[in-house]
């Protein structure tokens, strides 16, 4: 079930509604399970089962692991959460991927293998909830937080519709406590969340899907040496479409969640106003980076160890950062990159951080715009279908070719620069900046007729919106 939908309107209407009603709190979290549920199965109801399985396999595993004084018996059980839920994890979402790359070292071997043909359904949103649940076992088992005490409050962790299939990725002491005591939007966080919801709309229907994919879908299906000009404004329409699409999401799902009295963190913080990689990636998807840096990061030594190990941990990490977006070998090199770059940045701060001339606004607007054209330089890898295709865009980009072709329109152009334009502005007033205090600064007319305007917006434009981006992930 689309958030862009006329189905979701019916349904978070009905959701809202009970949740309103006369009822006690159990009966009321009852009811979001299992509006949860018919959430998610809207898409494929099988996979159903697979919440259930990692619902109850790490209910058990997180009350035993409590209760097990024995290290050894602790990491078998840890281990058997950690196996079994990155097992369905690598069977769905990674299997094909394994199977193209065994095929191809048997074919440099000299071996001819024709692998069976696969036809597994990737299930939606199977990295965020694979990743929450870990969470919870995991907080158990390094004893920084105790088991739920309701199977019905840790049910509804794992499912709670609104980060369900694309997060935010919530820590379970974030959540789990909130579900403990009756819960209901007050008048204010009532319009705050509707408010969000049509601010979230916006970004993914009109932003994303009605401005800025028309034109990156242009540069990235051509098979060509592309104009400079067009390869850049294609890779930044890009940047635009997955920033206004994810951050679309993440807004509009904790608007929803908001409407119903629950609190969801923020996973976006206007990153393309970063000053290098490190602020990018405390800016960008909050959730994951900070979900990569407690659980992998940081239990592989961080930068506790030698300087080669603190550099070891950081590529590892990003690379399988990398991998979690997705089954290809150009989100590897996605990740591979933004390790390499955060690395370059470690490094330079060791060395020469402690110069003056650094904390100066002119060297800062020069590293902002240096993150963010190679930020840029690393969404071709993300958007790209393969190398072929990656590699005629940065060639397109960097090379400046004097015979590339021109495959956007003057409307393309002028939307994307306009677009963009608009995009960075905000990110750059608003990089300090609180929405909360802008609005509560802001004239109530005005705000009302900004959100007026987007929702007439969004009514224009719903026709060719699509489903969010980062549901495949």
């Known amino acids: 079930m689309l958030f862009n939908s006329l189905t979701f309107v019916v349904f978070f209407g009905l959701v809202l509604a009970l949740h309103n009603a006369p009822l006690d709190w159990k009966t009321k979290k009852t009811n979001l399970l299992i509006a949860s549920y018919l959430f998610y199965a809207a898409w494929n109801p099988p996979f159903v089962v697979l919440l259930w399985l990692s619902t109850v396999l790490d209910w058990n595993i997180a009350k035993r692991l409590f209760s097990e004084q024995r290290l050894s018996r602790r990491r078998m059980l840890l281990a058997v959460s950690v196996a079994v839920n990155l097992g369905l994890l690598g069977y769905f979402k990674y299997g094909e991927f394994l199977m193209e790359n065994f095929v191809a070292l048997l074919s440099l071997a000299g071996v001819a293998y024709q692998a069976p043909e696969w036809n597994i359904i990737l299930p939606v949103g199977i990295s965020f909830y694979t990743f ?31 980060q369900l299939v694309a997060g935010p990725i919530v820590r379970p002491t974030h959540l789990l406590p909130q579900f403990a005591v009756p819960r ?4 204010r966080q009532l319009a705050w969340g509707l408010g969000l919801i049509v601010l979230g709309l ?3 229907i009109v932003v994303a899907d ?19 000009l067009d390869a850049w404004l294609g890779t930044l329409a890009f ?9 679309g999401y993440s807004t509009t799902a904790i608007g929803v969640a908001l409407t119903l009295g629950f609190g969801l963190p923020d996973n976006f913080r206007y990153p393309y106003a970063s000053i290098g990689f490190s602020d990018f990636w405390r800016r960008w998807h909050i959730s994951l980076s900070s979900w990569l840096r407690d659980y992998l990061y940081i239990p592989l030594g961080g930068n506790r160890k030698n300087e080669f190990r603190t550099y070891a941990n950081l590529m590892t990490t990003m690379l399988l950062g990398g991998l979690w977006h997705g089954a290809s070998w150009t989100f590897v090199v996605w990740g591979g990159l933004h390790g390499l770059f955060l690395a370059a940045e470690r490094w330079l701060v060791g060395r020469f951080g402690k110069l003056g001339i650094w904390s100066r606004w002119p060297a800062r607007i020069f590293l902002a715009l240096l993150t963010y054209a190679l930020v840029n330089i690393t969404w071709v890898f993300f958007r790209a279908q393969d190398f072929a295709t990656a590699w005629r865009m940065i060639t397109s980009m960097l090379s400046f070719p004097s015979d590339g072709e021109k495959v956007l329109t003057s409307i393309y152009v002028l939307e994307t ?24 600064a802001t004239p109530a007319w ?5 959100l007026g305007i987007m929702m007439t917006l969004i009514l224009i434009t719903q026709g060719g919106s699509d489903a969010f981006i980062y549901f495949q992930f």
Do not use: C
């Not at 209901?184 to 008048?187: C, D, F, I, P, W």
């Not at 005005?446 to 900004?450: N, P």
């Open 446 to 450: 005005l705000v009302g007729a900004l």
């Open 210 to 228: 009605g401005l800025l994919s028309p034109v990156a879908d242009a540069a990235f299906n051509s098979d060509k040496l592309l104009n400079p």
């Open 417 to 440: 620069v306009l677009t963009i334009g608009a995009m960075l502005v905000v990110h750059w007033r608003m990089r300090n900046r609180d929405l909360h205090q802008v609005v509560a």
């Open 202 to 204: 916006f970004q993914k």
């Open 184 to 187: 209901k939007a007050t008048g």
């Open 132 to 162: 929450q649940t870990m969470a919870y076992s995991l907080d158990v088992y390094l004893k920084r937080a105790e088991p739920a005490d309701s199977f019905l409050d840790f049910a509804l962790f794992v499912t709670f519709f609104p």
């Open 239 to 247: 940047s635009g479409q997955i920033f206004s699409d994810f951050a």
